[in-house]
T-cell receptor
């Protein structure tokens, strides 16, 4: 059974700092990995999608990397802003897994002024 | 805008009552999903439909039924609501036209008293 772990569970940083969120998974036979953002009381917004054949994806100040062999992905946020405060979730889709996603429990990020 | 639409956004039920959560997507996705999100438990898959005409159980199917009405619509039914079903419910869809990434609805906050 695929297990997805996110560390740390919570993180507080001052504005402007660069930061890294970690995601690890136990089964490396993945089809893709997706990072989401969730604001309090809201739904999930897709940030980045990395296919199994890719090493990284970038969107603006966000960069996500994937290392299948070690079962790890990182989300790098450059020059953090208070508006980045949210919970960040990673989710893994297995190859042949019926299209299902397995989610980590998230990292709650607070960026302070 | 294209996306996943869920109704209702909020609902309060009495124990034993029944209700149906509605979900529709307009992205021509083949697969649709129902998740529940609980504090400390993360997102857990209730049921999914890999394609029109098929449905399968996820991680926590007990107490729920689903119907894939057509390619666009996937409903979740609680036949006899219990307090343990108090949660936030998310519908999602995925398709090959977006690299297999998921798109989520904005959620239904359900309270069973």
């Amino acid at each position: 059974k695929q297990e997805v772990t996110q560390i740390p569970a919570a993180l507080s940083v001052p504005e402007g700092e660069n930061l890294v969120l970690n995601c690890s998974f136990t089964d490396s036979a993945i089809y893709n990995l997706q990072w989401f953002r969730q604001d309090p009381g809201k739904g999930l917004t897709s940030l980045l999608l990395i296919q199994s054949s890719q090493r990284e994806q970038t969107s603006g100040r966000l960069n996500a990397s994937l290392d299948k062999s070690s079962g790890r992905s990182t989300l790098y946020i450059a020059a953090s802003q208070p508006g980045d405060s949210a919970t960040y979730l990673c989710a893994v889709r297995l190859t042949g897994g019926g299209n299902k996603l397995t989610f980590g429990t998230g990292t709650q990020l607070k960026v302070e002024l | 805008n294209a996306g996943v639409t869920q109704t209702p956004k909020f609902q309060v039920l009495k124990t034993g009552q029944s209700m149906t959560l509605q979900c529709a997507q307009d992205m021509n996705h083949n697969s649709m999903y129902w998740y529940r999100q609980d504090p400390g438990m993360g997102l857990r898959l209730i049921y999914y439909s890999a394609s029109e005409g098929t449905t399968d159980k996820g991680e926590v199917p007990n107490g729920y039924n689903v119907s894939r009405l057509n390619k666009r619509e996937f409903s979740l039914r609680l036949e006899s609501a219990a307090p343990s079903q108090t949660s936030v419910y998310f519908c999602a869809s995925s398709g090959w036209n977006r690299g297999g990434g998921y798109t989520f609805g904005s959620g239904t906050r359900l309270t069973v008293v």
